[in-house]
């Protein structure tokens, strides 16, 4: 070192000098030895211990950012250098060479740098002692290790980061050796498994005294390739995806990287919905109502067992990929193109709901079914397929139709008394045109053929009055079921309809007002229904006000033309809906006492 400053090497002992060496270098050894220092950005120092003198080269200032003369050679001087939290430990170590304790001095500090801030420097030494053993120099070198403690901060930043990341995630992540210690876990491991303090993975992880039989996790040490497995643990209740990474040590020795995700909630998700969907699927399955689900190309991608076993005849294969098509399906393997007004491409293209009603053959019998098609739509909002529902309605529309007529009949028998009325005027004109006929035969022996033939007239057109009540009752009755629909005078049906229950109005006590507006367009309906729904309307309000103790009991008739629309009113003073309004068209529903109606009008107009 003293070749260094200019002066001699010297050769020491770390516990005790017994002698000096001296051994003076040539001059071409120095110069090596200062070019190959200065080369390596190193510095050269040596501090007299007694008088506390510090001797620096350029280099080692120059490191700091001073000229040679810019620090003077004292001990006070270069440990004011030496940063305030560092002082302390420095000195700690060179104190401790110096009492032989290390056999050399050795500290990373920081410095202070003459344009501010701090460098960081390694310091070596060894001291020389004289033969008391007392330390009499001190000689080494220093070096600025900034550059490297930066990378070492940015790494340990970094790694902060990485195990701040680690321990945020909802999974847990562990490092594991070859002897089943577990050498890092993250802060979801701990939580879960406990901090593991030595102990191996199996009796962290698995509560178990030895390796586990088989492991996937340790086949990675053989494979060096990813393993993915799923593990439940029964201790948890949670269930785990587990991916193993082979990697390796700081020091090259292999380690597995666990990372061990908490899929228990997915897996539940996953298993109430396999179980939902058997439950829907049982439910579809045993429904009497056919389930068919159609894509954009009329193809029948799913079927429930009602639509098999309807329309599963020869040549409908529903097994078949692609799928039947849904016109093929519904009307024959024979159809070659879609129906011309198909509801269901109404659906997939507007996304609205459509119903109709049809007749198909199913095996070789004529059938009525509604059909309601539903859209399916995919996330971005679209249409991409249509639920068909297909509902037997044969035996509906047949209860329907024997309803009808047990409403038609029951009104029948509520206007019998209206009916032997009508019928019993003209009888009774009868009566009366036969009574003068015999009496003008006993009067005279000899009567003229005209006044026979006047009479007989008259008779004939009493008895075309009674053929045509019989034929309105019949037509009342036994109306078709599909009725024709044609221009109705609507004046002239309320009128008919008020015909046959005026007798019992009257015997109710109750008055008619007739609203009538005239010059009332024609309006579309079938002239019949509309009758039924008038004695229906009529007939509801006498029976409401026949439970009114009043003198003046109305019922009003009112017709008008509202744009394109003739409005008929029928209105009474009577107690009014009291709360039912919701439940007025419902069938079967009244608020008659037992026995006294079927709750079938207004559901049926």
Not at 171 to 193: E, G, P
Not at 273 to 290: P, T, V
Not at 400 to 415: F, H, P, V, Y
Request: with cysteine; hydrophobic share 40%.
């Amino acid at each position: 070192f003293t070749a260094v400053t200019g002066d001699a090497a010297v050769e020491t002992s770390s516990h005790g000098m017994e002698e000096e060496r001296l051994h003076t270098l040539p001059p071409n050894h120095v110069e090596i030895l200062q070019h190959a220092l200065h080369g390596g950005r190193i510095g050269a120092w040596q501090c007299d211990v007694p008088s506390g003198i510090v001797h620096a080269d350029a280099m080692l200032k120059s490191l700091l950012g001073f000229a040679e003369d810019e620090i003077l050679d004292r001990m006070e001087e270069w440990q004011g250098l030496i940063h305030a939290e560092d002082r302390s430990k420095v000195r700690e170590r060179l104190m401790s060479h110096l009492a032989g304790n290390l056999p050399m001095f050795e500290s990373e500090h920081r410095m202070l740098h003459k344009e501010g801030g701090y460098t960081w420097m390694t310091l070596r030494g060894v001291a020389l002692f004289d033969a008391n053993g007392e330390a009499r120099r001190v000689a080494g070198v220093g070096f600025d290790i900034t550059a490297r403690k930066k990378a070492e901060f940015d790494l340990e930043e970094e790694r902060r980061r990485l195990y701040s990341l680690l321990d945020r995630l909802p999974a847990y992540v562990c490092l594991i050796a070859r002897n089943h210690s577990v050498v890092f876990a993250n802060r979801f491991f701990i939580d879960n498994f406990g901090a593991p303090d030595q102990r191996p993975c199996y009796h962290l992880m698995h509560r178990r005294d030895k390796p586990c039989e088989f492991c996937p996790a340790f086949d990675v040490f053989d494979t060096m390739s990813l393993a993915v497995w799923e593990w439940s643990c029964e201790e948890l209740g949670k269930t785990f995806q587990v991916y193993d990474y082979p990697f390796d040590d700081l020091d090259g020795s292999p380690l597995i990287l666990e990372l061990g995700i908490d899929i228990t909630q997915n897996k539940r998700a996953q298993e109430a919905l396999a179980a939902s969907e058997e439950r829907y699927r049982s439910i579809s399955d045993n429904l009497a109502l056919g389930i068919m689900v159609i894509d954009k190309d009329f193809r029948v991608t799913a079927v429930n067992p009602m639509i098999r076993q309807w329309f599963g005849g020869e040549g409908i294969d529903f097994a078949r990929k692609p799928g039947p098509l849904c016109y093929q399906v519904l009307c024959g393997p024979g159809v070659e193109e879609p129906c011309a007004s198909c509801p269901g491409r109404v659906t997939m293209i507007g996304g609205s709901i459509e119903s109709y009603q049809t007749r198909l053959v199913v095996g070789k019998a004529a059938r009525d079914f509604r059909i309601t098609y539903c859209p399916i739509y995919d996330q971005q909002g679209e249409v991409t397929s249509v639920v068909a529902m297909v509902d037997d309605i044969t035996e509906s529309l047949r209860v329907e139709a024997s309803l009808q007529r047990a409403r038609k009949l029951e009104a029948m028998g509520t206007l019998a008394a209206g009916i032997a009325h009508e019928i019993n005027q003209p009888l009774n004109a009868l009566q009366l045109y036969l009574s003068g006929l015999d009496m003008i035969m006993e009067a005279r022996k000899n009567v003229e053929k005209s006044t026979i033939m006047e009479r007989l007239s008259w008779m004939m057109k009493e008895t075309a009055k009674i053929h045509d009540i019989i034929n309105h009752m019949r037509a009342l009755v036994y109306q078709d079921d599909r009725p024709a629909m044609a221009a109705t005078r609507v004046n002239e049906t309320v009128e008919r309809a008020l015909s046959l229950i005026s007798a019992q109005l009257k015997a109710h006590n109750i008055s008619v007002e007739r609203d009538l507006a005239p010059d009332l367009p024609r309006a579309t309906a079938n002239s019949v229904q509309l009758e039924q729904v008038v004695i229906n309307l009529v007939i509801n309000a006498m029976q409401a006000l026949d439970t009114q103790e009043k003198p003046d009991k109305r019922i009003r008739l009112k017709t008008r033309q509202v744009n394109d629309h003739v409005v008929l009113l029928v209105e009474d003073n009577g107690p009014g809906l009291e709360g039912w309004a919701e439940r007025i068209f419902d069938p079967f529903f009244t608020t008659k006492e037992a026995g006294k109606g079927m709750g079938l009008g207004l559901s049926i107009v």
